[in-house]
């Protein structure tokens, strides 16, 4: 599913002593079963792109079209229950709003609010169970029980139940610890490899981010900075860094190789070959290559 | 001297035990990070330390007990950063979430406006003075928070994952502020997180696992224990990670948390 934002600017307040531009005139196009990054510093514009892209609020002008979904004026007739279904939306901290007593009502929760006929919950509970990698124990339990990890896949398993062609996640990996974010990670992977999923990350983790993702969009006071291929933005560190846009640590090391050697160690994926790529180096200005 | 010291506690949630005896001791005017994975019992630390558990005679504060008699002084003088500050909010604005503690504590207006121009230029926050807290960003908003904490000049500033939505570049701009309180106005700091990056200011890292404590230590000396922190979840700081793996290669001889140095030793 496609996202396009076509020359959209967005103030809060608008009209008021204390209007506040958070998007100015910005084009983006995100391309469909591709994981997307939205990276930027404090009050760049991430959360707001992330609303205009779920209907949450409105463009001040310009489009917003999300698939076949045009969201810009949001008329009456707008189907928000199919919309809803398509787009799944993973807010910080997901799992501070449950509020059922199994992790099975949890999740059936939203297609109850749905009115999705109740034969298909139990199997489309175990389904979005099965697709963040828990098993069929997990029903009965209690989701206050479960440890941080856990609770954020049950989270995301409550919006995997509508199936959506769309999933939207704002600082998934926030509060987690580093074996629940790897797990997330191979999770997300898996729902756009093998689920067919279009995934936007909203994040300031940005090592996370660049392990994962196809594309990034970097935003600066609501303005897009640069966008496209993970490699080509971070290619340009100079021009992210002057912006206050995080970089990844390995391309940050990168950079400070050149600046002191010279020589450049090309796209390098993580820590494994960052090293490798170092070590190779080093050899070769002992000769021994 | 010691400014907090927990003796033998013990604290179960049903039949699970949290912590058992357990003890630690903080030394006036340092800063020590606990780290520890999800569930470890963190928040749980903190919430005693708050006096939002029940009274615990094994915990003292300011050589105090903190329970229902001495609660009320000693938070007077305990700044509380919690890791999700919209549970915190209370005001329309910014500028009346800062003032709030000194004005429940009976400040005169002229100082507390003084202190709220201080705090909000320290933090960057002067231009969300008008701004409704729970239209902020979540990074804003734990700027705020901290802001609250330290409108009220704590002796002790104790920290619950209070920074995690900040970004990278913001964090260490906090982080050296809190550092400057720390040396300069010998703020004693706890900071509770999984986030090893953080811990690089403080000068002591104690690491929780199962309710013990498993690691302590002072930086870089207390990351030769890598491998454990590694196992039980925790993300080391990228440059510890880097030193490990050039280390393997003999390319350097000690774990560097300075990039440029580590790069300058790997080239030389």
Sequence with gaps: MEVIFRNVSFSYNLGMSNEKKALDNINVFLEGNLIHGIIGPIGSGKTTMLELMNGITKPTSGEVIVGNYEL???????????FRYDVGLVYQFPEKQFFCSTVGEEIAFSSKIFKSKNRNIKDKVRKALKMVGLDDSYVKRSPFSLNAGEKRRVAIASVLISNPKLLILDEPTIGLDNNSKKRLMRLLKNLKTRYMKTIIIVTHDVDMLYEIVDDIVALNGGKIVKQGNKMEVFSDVNLLEK????????????????DKTGLDLGYVKNTNELVRLIVRKCKEKEGDY | MNIIEINNLTFRYGNKFIYDN????????????IAGPNGVGKTTLVKILAGLEKNYSDVKIFGKKVNKKN??????EVGFVFDNPDNFFACETVEDELAFSLENLAVAPATIKKKIREISELLGINNLLKVNPYELSGGEK????????????????????????????????LLKIIKDYNTQKRVTVVSFTHDLDEALYSDRLVILNEGKII??????????????????????????????????????????????????????
């Design chain 2, 142 to 173: 734990q700027k705020v928070a901290l802001g609250c904490a330290l409108m009220l000049e704590p002796r002790i500033l104790i920290l619950d994952e209070a920074l995690m939505m900040v970004d990278i570049n913001q964090r260490k701009e």
């Design chain 2, 215 to 268: 690691i302590d230590g002072a930086f870089p000396k207390v990351f030769d224990e890598e491998r454990v922190m590694r196992k039980i979840g925790l993300e080391v700081p990228f440059a510890v990670e880097l030193s490990q793996k050039l280390r393997v290669y003999n390319l350097v001889n000690k774990i560097d948390l300075d990039i440029e140095r580590l790069v300058d030793e790997v080239w030389k």
């Design chain 1, 243 to 258: 912006n206050k846009v995080p970089v990844a640590s390995v391309i940050k090391v990168c950079k400070i190789f050149k």
């Design chain 2, 71 to 76: 609660i009320y002084g000693i938070r007077k």
């Design chain 2, 22 to 33: 357990f003890s630690l001791n903080v030394e006036r005017g340092t800063w020590v990070t």
């Design chain 1, 72 to 82: 810009s004026s949001l008329k009456n007739n707008f189907d928000f229950n199919s």
